[in-house]
């Protein structure tokens, strides 16, 4: 490799790291999905497996989720009420960012 | 696949997922080292290649991840002065995330 500089194309709107990024880089978005994963899972379950992550910001990062059609919610009208979250088609596309994310903590830093 | 609950173990400070998010979820952070990628980098080109981006967070995210030892930066002595950005042997392994990303966003919003 030669000591040349030289840069991608500009990061703009159109790049698709970018637009990923807008959609995913909350601090809790990935690790949302990647507790999900390819499971059928209850709110009470999730707030347990995101340690740290507050009521308030849970119930807002799943309904982001929801709104940009990463997650899916089925809520069961009963008593008490049961809701359960599962990732849609697109969701289930971001498992393989997760993966290499997983796979570089473990390598790396855990 | 039948409709039981089940969970990931919880993501709590071991998890390999939530490591690399503490390093990475920063909301330029992944795109910094996209543009840098496999190549030497001017801090001007830089500004250039991520748009939007302040000159205060892009040299705070910079000495970000010259401190995580992400990005190792060499300064020429000269005038005027010469900056130049390369991915370190740990920066360039988040190239595969970085791809992914890139994977998902231009199948799925661009």
Redesign the interface.
Same mark, same amino acid.
């Given at each position: 490799?030669t /000591?040349?500089?030289?840069?991608?194309t500009?990061?703009?709107?159109?790049?698709?790291?970018?637009?990923?990024?807008t959609?995913?880089?909350g601090?809790w978005t +990935?690790?949302i999905l990647?507790?999900i /994963?390819? /499971?059928?899972?209850?709110y009470g379950? +999730?707030k347990?497996?995101?340690? =740290?992550i507050s009521e308030k910001m849970l119930i807002q990062e799943l309904n982001m989720l929801v709104e940009n059609k990463l997650v899916s919610k089925k809520v069961y009208q009963q008593i008490p009420p049961k809701v359960?979250y599962r990732l849609t088609k697109?969701g289930l596309?971001?498992l393989?960012?997760?993966?290499?994310?997983?796979?570089? =903590?473990?390598?790396? +830093?855990?």
């Open positions: 490799m /000591n040349k500089t030289r840069v991608n500009p990061c703009d709107d159109r790049c698709p790291v970018r637009a990923s990024l959609l995913l880089s601090k +990935l690790m990647f507790q /994963n390819e /499971n059928v899972v209850r379950e +999730l347990r497996a995101v340690t =740290g359960e697109l596309k971001t393989p960012i997760v993966d290499k994310l997983a796979e570089f =903590g473990l390598e790396n +830093l855990v």
